[in-house]
């Protein structure tokens, strides 16, 4: 793994570049982070707009407790019981999956889901990537049909709401466990959460003093999977980080690597949901591990690694 945080260059909002591999010397700041983000939301397709707002309905739906698209025939509620329903996330995410299976197999199907959501997170902010990944986007939803494309909207309204809920948890780790995807086939054997939870607290330095001195830390995992244990550390981090008053969002760089191009997007969306800078590489860390002169084809950089802070630091380490 290379000294990352020494190797920190300038990055356009226009660029997509991991902190180890930007050309030194670029000083281009012709447009600002403000003008950027309202040229991405005007180039954002009419597919991506219309499932952005058919999610706003499932969200919507949640706080009566059942989605709207697929609501189900109303029951007597027993006397004495309060109308209001809790919505078990996970519960509806597995009902909204087993839809999708009467057609195709489970594995296509999340395979297919983990693709397209990670798809519809990374293009509206990385522009380098998007003519590709709005390709792959759209030759993977059309492998379904009318009824069945609106049930991927839910399943990834439904993911956001479980984390929302509970944040520190591998949501879609646990999700491949129980539907039985880490099959010796797929060769996919997630490490427990709370064991994850144990292994950071043993691990985690004193960090604010080390954030005070550096700005920000680097968490990195060359075998990443789902990314429970990168979680786990984060939010390790994150309350050392708030006992010192200080946001972990703006403190705390995650670079990740794994062979298996569907976990390692699972670690992108749930990285990308917690709204952690980071940046995940789909190759062998042992054959391809991250150097200077990756190419960033298979680099999937998170929401918040384009936000002013990170890239404003990015700047400064130019210099």
């Given at each position: 793994?290379?000294?990352?945080?020494?190797?920190?260059?300038?990055?356009?909002?226009?660029?997509?570049?991991?902190?180890?591999?930007?050309?030194?010397?670029?000083?281009?700041?012709?447009?600002?982070?403000?003008?950027?983000?309202?040229?991405?939301?005007?180039?954002?397709?009419?597919?991506?707009?219309?499932?952005?707002?058919?999610?706003?309905?499932?969200?919507?739906?949640?706080?009566?407790?059942?989605?709207?698209?697929?609501?189900?025939?109303n029951r007597k509620k027993p006397a004495g019981k309060n109308s209001e329903k809790h919505l078990d996330a996970r519960k509806e995410f597995l009902r909204v999956?087993?839809?999708?299976?009467?057609?195709?197999?489970?594995?296509?199907?999340?395979?297919?889901?983990?693709?397209?959501?990670?798809?519809?997170?990374?293009?509206?902010?990385?522009?380098?990537?998007?003519?590709?990944?709005?390709?792959?986007?759209?030759?993977?939803?059309?492998?379904?049909?009318?009824?069945?494309?609106?049930l991927f909207s839910e399943l990834a309204a439904y993911t956001v709401v479980a984390l929302e809920e509970n944040q520190e948890q591998d949501f879609l780790g646990?999700?491949?466990?129980?539907?039985?995807?880490?099959?010796?086939?797929?060769?996919?054997?997630?490490?427990?959460?709370?064991?994850?939870?144990?292994?950071?607290?043993?691990?985690?330095?004193?960090?604010?003093?080390?954030?005070?001195?550096?700005?920000?830390?680097?968490?990195?995992?060359?075998?990443?999977?789902?990314?429970?244990?990168?979680?786990?550390?984060?939010?390790?981090?994150?309350?050392?980080?708030?006992?010192?008053?200080?946001?972990?969002?703006?403190?705390?760089?995650?670079?990740?690597?794994?062979?298996?191009?569907?976990?390692?997007?699972?670690?992108?969306?749930?990285?990308?949901?917690?709204?952690?800078?980071?940046?995940?590489?789909?190759?062998?860390?042992?054959?391809?591990?991250?150097?200077e002169n990756d190419s960033l084809d298979n680099y999937w950089f998170t929401m918040m690694y384009f936000s002013d802070i990170w890239s404003m630091r990015r700047?400064?380490?130019?210099?």
């Amino acid at each position: 793994m290379p000294d990352i945080a020494s190797k920190v260059n300038v990055l356009r909002l226009e660029e997509t570049a991991p902190f180890h591999q930007l050309p030194k010397g670029e000083k281009h700041m012709e447009t600002s982070n403000k003008r950027y983000r309202e040229k991405l939301v005007q180039q954002i397709p009419k597919h991506i707009a219309d499932n952005l707002k058919y999610g706003e309905n499932v969200a919507e739906g949640f706080k009566k407790g059942v989605s709207k698209v697929s609501e189900k025939p109303n029951r007597k509620k027993p006397a004495g019981k309060n109308s209001e329903k809790h919505l078990d996330a996970r519960k509806e995410f597995l009902r909204v999956f087993r839809q999708l299976t009467y057609r195709h197999r489970s594995w296509d199907v999340w395979s297919d889901f983990i693709i397209m959501f990670a798809c519809a997170l990374s293009n509206p902010v990385d522009k380098n990537h998007f003519d590709e990944r709005e390709a792959l986007y759209l030759r993977t939803i059309k492998k379904y049909n009318k009824q069945e494309q609106p049930l991927f909207s839910e399943l990834a309204a439904y993911t956001v709401v479980a984390l929302e809920e509970n944040q520190e948890q591998d949501f879609l780790g646990s999700i491949y466990t129980e539907l039985g995807l880490n099959s010796k086939e797929h060769e996919q054997i997630f490490t427990p959460y709370h064991v994850c939870e144990l292994m950071a607290e043993i691990t985690m330095e004193d960090i604010v003093e080390k954030v005070k001195k550096d700005r920000y830390i680097t968490l990195n995992d060359p075998c990443c999977g789902a990314g429970a244990t990168l979680i786990a550390g984060i939010h390790a981090a994150r309350k050392r980080l708030e006992k010192a008053n200080l946001n972990y969002q703006n403190h705390i760089l995650v670079a990740a690597q794994d062979i298996d191009m569907v976990v390692a997007l699972m670690c992108y969306i749930q990285l990308s949901l917690l709204g952690v800078a980071a940046y995940i590489k789909v190759g062998n860390s042992l054959t391809e591990p991250m150097t200077e002169n990756d190419s960033l084809d298979n680099y999937w950089f998170t929401m918040m690694y384009f936000s002013d802070i990170w890239s404003m630091r990015r700047l400064l380490r130019s210099l």
